[in-house]
């Protein structure tokens, strides 16, 4: 076990290794062969996260986690700072996640961006060319640096090495969503996302500030836990509370969470290995993370909790209205990733029930928000898989079609296309949680935890309404899911003139990682959840924090209700789109106004823009006015004054040595003078 742990390091370094190594080496000596340290760095980490995870499934439920420090940052005046790393069940399910679909991913990138070598003009077709020797491999090291940044996220001990990874994904997704900045969407994407996710960070740093002094400077998780808040008093559950919404702040923003969604979307301007790496492996599982991490500090915040499910369920709806209506496939998925980590922001908010606290002090989770935390977890586990083979069955799509997203430019791919076909049906069956794919466990246990909260807590009647709600977009997942698979895969065979009229398979080195999320996709989700052994949640349980959950019977009427929605979302997408092909144009039109606020987005961008932009915007005007014009002004007056003394004494300065000594003998003569008078 200790060996192990002192390899914790090398899981962070190996991929930040490789970026240093690709960034320096990469435009004039590795240029097309980039992608290996990469790809080497990435399956290096993945195979020393599968030993942490086989290490801490085969060590005992009471072992401690595994644990190395690196170095200490700083220690003033009692606080210290130490670099740790550490790694408990819940970071070895995390590390296991990240590296394999990360590697999976670069190694799919490998065709995909193959077109950067020879100048090529990436996913959209009309990018300014970027330097071919420079492409390809800034590409590769912005990856693995992601891929380290999310690593050290994970594998942090304390809130400010949580912190350090935190800011480096939102660098890494701001140099990968701008990868064309030369394009103007990409690069108005990218700063989109690093200002609104930056609004969260502050939110989320204040948090850690308060929770840093408030627990008499303890930085690591469970010494914040069991100390946060000293000398509070009265108003132990406001600090708390107000600690745990600073918190939310920032997982909003990383999770793309309602208001701070508006960035996600248009993150699609990046690359698709990108959009995949962020929507299912890295960024966004981020915000998912911290508040799982936190869960003994928010079931003590009842109010915090409550506002979690809230956002969670509204943002799961609100996204899935929106995609009812997309065109482009791969804001569908976008969207598709805002509801689900809805989903997984509702179930942490159902973790209601402060379990007490540990004989050694430390307070955890009760038995029903220990399963919520499992719940949302074990979906973020699963959604990772799906979500990744959809991206990259969609970049598959783009790669055929000449880099063409639009939905309503081609059809019948499944008869050209057969593996990207397969792949995607079965990420989509996953997506919309039909039986026995993986989805369909880990999004029934949100609902089941939703439909237990309505009972057992003090807010019963607001679980039970985001309940309702969780069932409905459940439905309407499922319908706009399978709207996009009728719609790229079934019909008549169109093909975009951009293919150059025919379209084909992708290589093998894009196909092959296909095949082995659509394995992951079909079977994951069974084989953890399937009672009596329930792997996933029973391995969860050793997490610090969390408490044994009692076996329960399978709630089988809500996994029979649950099925049943998501067949009827399939049933009408294949009504409308294949039978009927008419019926959706007709429905849109008798629902005009409604159709209108969804494709529109609600105009949530449009009024972002004008009561939050503009008014920023004019108040950076008026700045910028007061700092060139008064503060630069009295600057200026101010250097002014010695050159206007100067002026003034320049004429004695004239070079004339009769006019030195004419002045030497006034100045003598009056010293004389003021001599006499003063003897």
Known sequence: MSDVSHLLWLIPALPLAAAALIAFLGPKVLRGQSHWPCVLAAAGACALSLWVFGTVFSSGAEQPPLFVHCYTVFHVAGAVLDFNLRADALTA?????????????????????????????????????????????????????????????????NLWVLFAGWEGVGLCSY??????????????????????????????????????????????FESVFANFP?????????????????????????????????????????????????HAATMVTAGVYLIARCTPLFVQAPIAQLVVACIGAFTALFAALIALTRNDLKRVLAYST???????????????????????????????????????????????????????????????????????????LRKVMPTTHWTFLIGALALSGLPPFSGFWSKDEIVGAAFDASHSSAYGGVYFILFIAAMLTAFLTAFYTFRAYFLTFWGEVRVPEEAG??????????????????????????????????????????????????????????MGVSAIVAAAGIGLAWWMYVRQPGAAAE???????????????????????????????????????MDLQVLDG??????????????????????????????????????????????
């Open 501 to 558: 009229g025919h379209a084909h398979e992708s290589p093998a080195v894009m196909t092959a990682p296909l095949i082995i999320l659509a394995v992951f996709a079909a079977g994951v989700g069974a084989a953890l959840a399937l009672p009596p052994f329930s792997l996933f949640g029973n391995f969860l349980l050793r997490t610090p924090g969390l408490v044994k959950v009692p076996e329960a019977a399978p709630a089988y009427l809500l």
């Open 93 to 157: 399910l995390m590390l296991v996640m990240i590296t394999f679909i990360g590697t999976l991913i670069a190694i799919y990138s490998v065709g995909y961006m193959h077109g950067e070598l020879g100048g090529g003009h990436g996913d959209h077709g009309h990018n300014a060319p970027t330097t071919p020797s420079y492409a390809y491999p800034r590409f590769f090291a912005e990856v693995a640096l992601f891929i380290a940044s999310m690593t050290l996220l994970v594998l942090a001990d």
């Open 230 to 278: 000293q000398n509070a008093g009265g108003y132990k559950e406001f600090y708390l509370t107000t600690a745990c919404l600073l918190l939310l702040c920032g997982a909003a923003g990383k999770s793309a969470q309602f208001p701070l969604q508006v960035w996600l979307p248009d993150a699609m301007e990046g690359p698709t290995p990108v959009s995949a790496l962020i």
């Open 587 to 625: 429905v849109a039109q008798a629902i005009r106004p409604a159709y209108v606020l969804s494709s529109n987005k609600f105009f949530v961008d449009e009024l972002y823009g004008y009561f939050l932009v503009k008014p920023v915007q004019g108040f950076a005007r008026f700045l910028r006015i």
């Open 338 to 412: 805002l509801s689900q980590l809805g989903y997984m922001f509702l179930g942490l908010g159902c973790a209601v029930g402060f379990g007490g606290f540990s004989p050694d002090g430390k307070p955890q989770a009760g038995a029903e928000a220990t399963a919520a935390v499992s719940a949302s977890m074990f979906h973020l586990f699963t959604h990772a898989f799906f979500k990744a083979l959809l991206f990259l069955a969609a970049g598959s799509v783009m790669h055929a079609m000449g880099n063409v997203i639009d939905m309503r430019r081609f059809s019948g």
């Open 175 to 220: 140099l990968l969503v701008g990868f064309w900045f030369a394009k103007p969407a990409a690069a108005n994407a990218a700063n989109k996302a690093f200002l609104v996710t930056r609004i969260g960070d502050m939110g989320m740093f204040l948090g850690i500030m308060l929770l840093w002094i408030g627990s008499g400077y303890h930085v690591d």
């Open 634 to 679: 009295i600057v200026d007056v101010i250097g002014n004054v010695p050159r206007l003394i100067g002026v003034l004494f320049w004429p004695i300065q004239n070079g004339l040595v009769q006019y030195y000594a004419l002045l030497m003998l006034l100045g003598l003569t009056v010293f004389l003078l003021a001599l006499v008078r003063y003897l």
